[in-house]
């Protein structure tokens, strides 16, 4: 069975790599950037990715200084729940520039189970029915996540799933039944 991996980008889409970003600062000495400040930029550069982000929200004000970190968590089209790190790189005309650093996230298993449907049918399997997950399967994974990918007849085999930081699936599916 080939274990090539099948890009899922619209389904899990999440990391962006060097996300650039500018924000607002607010008072004056050791000035902040208020949250509310860096989840709009973020909402609209991840937009502008081809990423929809809603329920974006970032710690609390950050201090306005080149290194300061900023920790923000938001979820996309398909409710994967996305931890957002970020630096600020520099400040400019009372704007905080900052980049994005690290993304990871936590997809919803019904939306994996969905995927491993379709690229068992991808790779052959024409008889792949259904599939079970965990809850949540973190993206990128550390190595695999099982599945149970259930064919016709209703025998269940283990599909053992990875998604890497680009967001593609590979999936192996057993060749005998549980």
């Given at each position: 069975m080939p274990t090539r991996p099948?890009?899922?980008?619209?389904?899990?889409?999440?990391?962006?790599?060097?996300?650039?970003?500018a924000a607002g600062l607010t008072g004056?000495?050791?000035?902040?950037?208020?949250?509310?400040?860096?989840?709009?930029?973020?909402?609209?550069?991840?937009?502008?990715?081809?990423?929809?982000?809603?329920?974006?929200?970032?710690?609390d004000d950050t201090k306005a200084k080149p290194g300061a970190k900023i920790s923000c968590t938001a979820k996309n089209a398909v409710d994967t729940k996305m931890y957002i790190e970020g630096r600020v790189t520099a400040i400019e005309d009372k704007r905080a520039m900052f980049r994005v650093v690290g993304l990871r996230g936590e997809a919803k298993g019904?939306?994996?189970a969905a995927d491993v449907v379709r690229i068992?049918?991808?790779?052959?399997?024409?008889?792949?029915?259904?599939?079970?997950?965990?809850?949540?399967?973190?993206?990128?994974?550390?190595?695999?996540?099982?599945?149970?990918?259930?064919?016709?007849?209703g025998k269940v085999y283990d599909a053992k799933v990875s998604l890497d930081t680009r967001s593609r699936a590979t999936v192996v599916v057993a060749k005998r039944p549980r």
């Open positions: 099948v890009d899922r980008t619209q389904t899990t889409s999440l990391i962006v790599v060097g996300l650039a970003v004056c000495g050791d000035a902040k950037v208020k949250t509310v400040q860096f989840e709009r930029p973020v909402t609209e550069q991840f937009a502008a990715q081809g990423i929809q982000l809603r329920d974006v929200s970032c710690m019904t939306v994996i068992a049918r991808a790779q052959g399997l024409r008889d792949a029915r259904s599939a079970s997950c965990p809850s949540t399967v973190p993206v990128p994974t550390a190595g695999t996540v099982t599945c149970g990918l259930t064919r016709a007849g």
